[in-house]
């Protein structure tokens, strides 16, 4: 079983670049974002939801640590009032390469569903790129449905 240790500001200074390229490298794929300004925008992005880093207001960044106090991960999580929903919003969940395929993902947000609760909040969202078969199968094994989905085409020049 793992656990969801507050990250540290060190932590932080670690995890944050890894996040901006990924975000930027989704939005290009995704044929959002052209290549040369992806990054610029995903670092303001970013930034802007996390200005004062692990003591941002509302935002919840953790480590996933598993049972032999290993760190395995990070999950970051947000709590968002509004419109009669009380909701909290996952903005990433990473687990490090040599511990993929061994369930700690799955773990954490059964953690983070407890933490969640603990907050006051009954709902849990996420975005997840299209492309990304594992992540999407992960959620609906989790019991996550799909709230909206976009779609694309990419035609030939001819």
């Known amino acids: 079983m793992v656990t969801l240790q507050p990250m540290t500001d060190a932590e932080?200074?670690?995890f944050i670049e890894p996040v901006i390229v990924?975000?930027?490298q989704g939005?290009?794929?995704?044929?959002?974002w052209a290549e040369e300004e992806a990054l610029e925008k995903a670092r303001k992005d970013t930034y802007s939801l996390l200005p004062a880093g692990v003591a941002t207001p509302?935002?919840?960044?953790?480590?996933i640590v598993n049972?032999?106090?290993?760190k395995v991960g990070i999950l970051w999580f947000a709590t968002q009032d509004g419109h009669g929903k009380d909701t909290a919003f996952v903005y990433d969940v990473r687990i490090d390469e040599t511990f993929r395929r061994q369930g700690y993902a799955s773990?954490?947000?059964?953690?983070?569903?407890?933490?969640?609760?603990?907050l006051g909040y009954t709902r849990i969202s996420l975005h997840v790129f299209g492309k990304n078969?594992?992540?999407?199968q992960m959620y609906q094994k989790l019991g996550y449905e799909m709230?909206?989905?976009?779609?694309?085409?990419?035609?030939?020049?001819?």
């Open 22 to 24: 990924e975000y930027a």
């Open 133 to 136: 078969h594992a992540a999407l």
């Open 12 to 14: 932080f200074q670690h």
């Open 107 to 118: 773990q954490a947000f059964r953690e983070m569903e407890h933490k969640v609760r603990e």
């Open 147 to 158: 709230s909206n989905v976009m779609m694309a085409k990419t035609l030939d020049p001819g």
């Open 27 to 32: 939005h290009v794929e995704d044929g959002q």
């Open 58 to 63: 509302n935002h919840y960044l953790f480590t």
């Open 67 to 70: 049972e032999a106090q290993q």
